[in-house]
């Protein structure tokens, strides 16, 4: 695919702006907190935009229409009411844990419970993973952009992963947050722009569509069926949304340092409060959007029967799923040279860019509180702790495109398997932190060991039950998780003799007493 001249100048203008807004925040005099948390002085809304752009990738971008597409429809759309409803539990509990005292990391509160060894063993899970993550996220970013320009594979990692360094690097968390923003509006301007290019391909335009979307079944949102296989088989029922949903979304943006980094930098609790309640009707609104663009492109590709018919030849062969439905109406569909393309380009990009810009902030921050400043002898100044957290970011950024490019020999089998892997931190961690908030009794042995059991009973739910003929759908993952961790947390606790509490080191707040 040749973009023309007005698409590569729409796309060239987006990457140019990211790296504008970093340099342009960059000199505003930040230290360390500035650097890390923004000053501590961003809007709530700029911080609902970024939690938003923060947790779209592009697989969300490709996939979610995807889902749509296929026998699913709308049922997806079930997960974002536990997704509200996630994040309602975190303001009311987790929230006033993270403003008590002026923290940078969300680990810290662990330390104040468990002990370092706590704190650092769930920093480290949080690196590991959001990294792994990350870098795999830049691999299927990367290979979209060689699709749809024809650039090659591993140029196209270097320029997502280059210019998002840069303005992570130079600009911190207001680049970040501001840059998030930017990126929201593109991607959603991309869809909104999608919905009218679609319904103008298809003949009949919306009123067919929606007759269409009736026949089969597109529009259903909500399926109350209830049965052990159904249930815990199938992901979009009511129940695995709202239950796996609200579970999934109290792990991912309760403890995971890259979203707790945004509700630190807000201007007070109730801020922060505001912009993560909204921030889950946002994305009920954003996923609706995608899933529409599913049902549209059905539409459109039955009166194609001769791409179907491909399609189940590849699908035979191994070599297609309905991800690849949106951007193949890209590629061969879309009008050329009118600026749509490079907006679509842009929209894939900014998916992209937003997730690893946190994920870089995120890192540094992590790496600087958790285990840089503990192992200091002495304290370190403020423009010393600047330059090590601005290197991190460097490093992580580098990490992150290695990845990316050694992704490139790995099967999609093994990628989508890593990449549910990663999605693992947020059950045990989550399991964790209620040991530490919900009970009195949970040692930092009793923590260690229900983390690396929540761990082991994953792996074994994903990769043995399968060899029995036997499945668990995606969004239950957190809960199995949370709830292995906190069990064997609170029985290994109980068992063994309760420690003396260490007293905190010199820059831990004071010891937390769960109530």
């Known amino acids: 695919m040749n973009l023309g001249s007005i698409d590569l100048l729409v796309l060239v203008a987006f990457l140019a702006s990211a790296v504008i807004v970093g340099l342009f925040v960059s000199g505003r005099g930040q230290g360390l907190e500035g650097y890390l948390l923004g000053g501590r002085d961003l809007p709530w809304w700029a911080i609902l935009g970024s939690i938003v752009a923060t947790e779209t990738s592009t697989a969300t971008v490709l996939s979610v229409p995807g889902i749509a597409y296929g026998p699913d429809g709308m049922r997806f759309l079930q997960l974002a009411i536990g997704y509200i409803v996630g994040r309602l539990v975190i303001v009311r509990v987790l929230l006033p844990l993270y403003f008590e005292g002026r923290l940078l990391s969300a680990y810290e509160v662990l330390d104040r419970r ?27 970013a990367a290979s979209v952009l060689e699709q749809l320009t024809g650039l090659s594979f591993s140029l196209s990692v270097v320029i997502a992963g280059a210019a998002t360094i840069a303005y992570t690097f130079f600009g911190g968390m207001r680049s970040v947050v501001w840059n998030d923003c930017i990126q929201l509006v593109v991607y959603l301007l991309g869809g909104v722009a999608t919905v009218f290019v679609i319904a103008r391909s298809v003949p009949g335009g919306f009123g067919e569509i929606f007759e269409f979307a009736r026949e089969h079944d597109k529009l259903q949102v909500l399926d109350f069926r209830w049965s052990f296989n159904d249930s815990f088989s199938y992901p979009y029922t009511f129940w695995a949304g709202l239950i796996g949903g609200a579970v999934l979304t109290i792990g991912t943006h309760g403890t995971d340092q890259m979203m707790v980094q945004r509700y630190l930098s807000a201007r007070s609790q109730r801020d922060a409060g505001r912009a993560l309640t909204l921030s889950g009707v946002v994305v009920l609104v954003q996923f609706a959007l995608f899933l529409f663009i599913g049902v549209q492109l059905a539409a459109y590709y039955a009166g194609h029967p001769e791409v179907q ?81 601005q290197g991190a970011t460097m490093l992580f950024g580098l990490a992150q495109v290695a990845i990316g490019l050694a992704a490139r020999w790995l099967s999609s089998a093994v990628v989508t398997s890593a990449l549910t892997i990663a999605g693992y931190a947020a059950g045990v ?67 063994a003799p309760r420690p003396t509490l260490l007293p905190p080191s010199a820059n831990s707040a004071p010891p937390l007493d769960p109530t």
Not at 117 to 140: E, H, V
Not at 438 to 466: E, I, K, M, N
């Open 114 to 140: 468990f002990g370092p060894a706590t704190k650092q063993g769930a920093s480290l899970l949080f690196l590991i993973t959001r990294n792994l993550g990350d870098g795999l996220r830049l691999f299927l």
């Open 429 to 495: 961690l989550l399991g964790v932190f209620a040991l530490g908030v919900l009970t009195r009794r949970a040692s930092q042995a009793g923590a260690l060991s229900g983390g690396a059991a929540g761990l082991a009973v994953l792996l074994a739910v994903q990769f043995l039950l399968p060899l029995w003929d036997a499945k668990i759908a995606w969004p239950w993952f957190a809960l199995i998780g949370s709830a292995v961790t906190f069990a064997v947390g609170w029985i290994v606790s109980t068992l």
């Open 309 to 389: 018919a491909a399609w189940e030849v590849q699908k035979s062969q191994g070599t297609w799923s309905t991800d690849k439905v949106f951007s193949d109406f890209i590629i061969n569909h879309f009008p050329r040279n009118s600026g749509l393309v490079g907006l679509l380009l842009a929209a894939i990009l900014a998916a992209a860019m937003s997730t690893l810009s946190s994920s870089l902030n995120a890192s540094a921050s992590a790496v600087v509180n958790d285990f840089y400043i503990p192992a200091c002898v002495k304290k370190q100044s403020d423009a010393h702790l600047l330059a090590v957290s």
